[in-house]
């Protein structure tokens, strides 16, 4: 080692000293860069994952549910009868002799719950008498939700609540009155994906299941998605343009239509953010969704 001095040269076209400072700072500015970018996929995966896990969470409630109540129709609506089906045999009430239901309106307070009165189910005929019991309901002009637990006595029996959340299910056409509930939400999912129309990875299910699961709990829900020109339209019911805004400095279309069930608009920006025949993949996507997200902002402002 040169006699603990070690052994140094002299190199051509070499940093001065602001240069090496610069490029010392050029360098540690782009790692830090990476690392962020790298933080910043990691807690959108993790967000992701977090919404996936909470929308299959719903879908597989929701289908362990139909196991046990179903409604005919499917959707009731104000002002007409329902027959409410309901199955013991997955609830506290397995095995019971007799089943009654407590049935209310737009989200019940406990008073209305226990003013509820009782009404007896039969055996449903049309399955021999096994399995699932039936009542025949009249619903009021003013509902837009049905609210119901069963029990197998009158006075002091087992109840199934539906584990502490009781049983809702949402009303169509409310014909009469104001609204009554004060814990009706509208709620608005500003998405880049939704299934089946606009699908890549998981997150396009998860909005489509999420939103129908909170739309049967009796909210008002709306998808806004921007209108790409790589969706097939044909899977989207009573697709029409309705009106347009200026925002960001160019003109933005307000489609609207009915995708799965759920009220979705579709904002098309002339600037040609969304007419790239893609969804991702752009290299500009931070700035395509970044307007995105601004206009949906506005939208809502206009709109909702």
């Excluded at 899977?235 to 933005?252: A, C, D, K, Y």
Aim: glycine residues 10%.
């Amino acid at each position: 080692n040169n006699s603990n001095r070690d052994f140094h040269t002299a190199v051509l076209n070499g940093f001065d000293g602001d240069q090496l400072v610069e490029a010392l700072y050029m360098s540690i500015r782009r790692e830090k860069e990476e690392v962020d970018k790298e933080m910043e996929e990691r807690a959108a995966r993790a967000a992701m994952k977090k919404v996936y896990t909470k929308g299959d969470a719903a879908k597989r409630r929701r289908d362990a549910l139909h196991q046990v109540l179903y409604t005919v129709p499917l959707v009731p609506m104000a002002g007409q009868q329902v027959e409410v089906h309901y199955n013991p045999e997955y609830t506290p009430l397995r095995g019971k002799s007799e089943i009654y239901m407590r049935c209310s309106w737009n989200r019940w307070t406990l008073e209305q719950h226990d003013a509820a009165p009782l009404i007896r189910l039969e055996p449903n005929r049309a399955t021999g008498g096994l399995g699932f019991y039936k009542a025949l309901v009249d619903v009021p002009l003013d509902a837009w939700g049905m609210d119901m637990v069963f029990t197998d006595n009158a006075a002091n029996g087992s109840y199934d609540n539906n584990g502490g959340l009781d049983y809702h299910v949402p009303v169509k056409g409310k014909s009469g009155g104001s609204h009554a509930g004060k814990t009706r939400l509208n709620i608005v999912h500003v998405a880049v994906e939704l299934a089946p129309i606009a699908k890549v990875g998981g997150m396009g299910d998860v909005v489509t299941a999420l939103g129908r699961a909170v739309q049967e709990e009796g909210h008002r829900v709306e998808v806004v998605l921007p209108k790409y020109d790589c969706i097939n339209y044909n899977q989207v019911e009573n697709l029409r343009q309705e009106s347009n805004f200026v925002w960001g400095g160019t003109n933005i279309r307000v489609w609207r239509g009915l995708v799965e069930g759920l009220n979705t608009a579709f904002l098309e920006p002339e600037n040609g953010h969304f007419w790239v025949g893609t969804i991702y993949g752009r290299g500009n996507d931070r700035d395509r969704f970044g307007f995105f997200c601004g206009a949906a902002l506005e939208y809502m402002k206009r709109y909702v």
